[in-house]
């Protein structure tokens, strides 16, 4: 099994700005990704390929020991770029410079570092035993449900719910739905080859976290897992 992870960070971050480097409780927010992707190759057979427009990252990345020569190109370094597609071309360039097929793709977001390797481990275990599934994708239980306490604005002005699921009367009984906390994706070589243009397709699995995880997209996101890692409050490692 031959595993490519592919690990995207762009400069010209807007809503923190510098956020890919910015240090996280003494070290760079991009470390905690990088090292977890060093461990992970270690257990499996792989290779890393960083997708930046930045020198200031590459040169982070060298701190770990990391070298590439792959620049991300400019039309897909934009805020307004789709990722899969930045995704799909860290690939392309990953076999060809290291001449080889990727059976799996490994994406590990940078902005979303709380996850562990047994959850890389069990997502990718998952995938695998899935003959039908062409990726797998990070998720944790939703703080709001579109069957019970999400509500949409119709042209009238009047509000309905999100989804129609009939009468029902506590969150419990709702189906179970789930946030995507963009910590990693795992795609099988199918889905690289293929034009699907999302991450969600109609042969998407779940891999559902049984710890914190969130994304970091405001200050006070960064703010918030500071104190949580100053503190040592998690119950897991990253």
């Known amino acids: 099994m031959n595993i490519l992870i592919t690990i995207c960070a762009r400069g010209g971050s807007k809503g923190i700005p510098g956020k890919n480097i910015k240090p996280l409780n003494g070290k760079p927010l991009l470390h905690y990704t990088l090292e977890h992707a060093l461990e992970f190759i270690n257990l499996h057979n792989g290779k890393i390929q960083l997708s930046t ?5 590459l040169n982070c990345a060298k701190e770990l020991g990391y070298h590439t020569q792959y620049v991300r190109p400019k ?31 490994l994406d590990m977001d940078v902005t979303s570092p709380l996850r562990t390797i047994a959850d890389l481990n069990s997502a990718l275990e998952k ?12 998720v944790n239980p939703a703080a709001r449900n579109p069957y019970f306490n999400m509500v949409e604005e119709l042209e009238n002005g009047f509000v309905k719910l999100v989804k129609d699921g009939g009468l029902i009367k506590s969150r ?12 990693f994706y795992i795609f099988k070589r199918e889905f690289m080859t293929s034009d699907l243009p999302t991450v969600i397709t109609d042969h998407s699995i779940v891999y559902e976290m049984p710890h914190l995880c969130f994304d970091l997209d405001h200050s006070i996101d960064f703010t918030i897992m500071e104190l949580l890692l100053q503190q040592n409050v998690l119950d897991f490692k990253i």
């Open 127 to 138: 995938l695998v035993n899935h003959s039908s599934a062409l990726n797998i994708f990070s």
């Open 53 to 57: 427009d930045d020198a200031s990252i």
């Open 75 to 105: 039309v897909m370094a934009t805020d307004r770029a789709g990722k899969l597609d930045a995704i799909r071309d860290a690939w392309k360039y990953a076999e060809e410079i290291n001449k080889c097929s990727f059976d799996f793709v």
């Open 172 to 183: 419990q009984l709702a189906p179970k739905v789930y946030d995507m906390n963009a910590s």
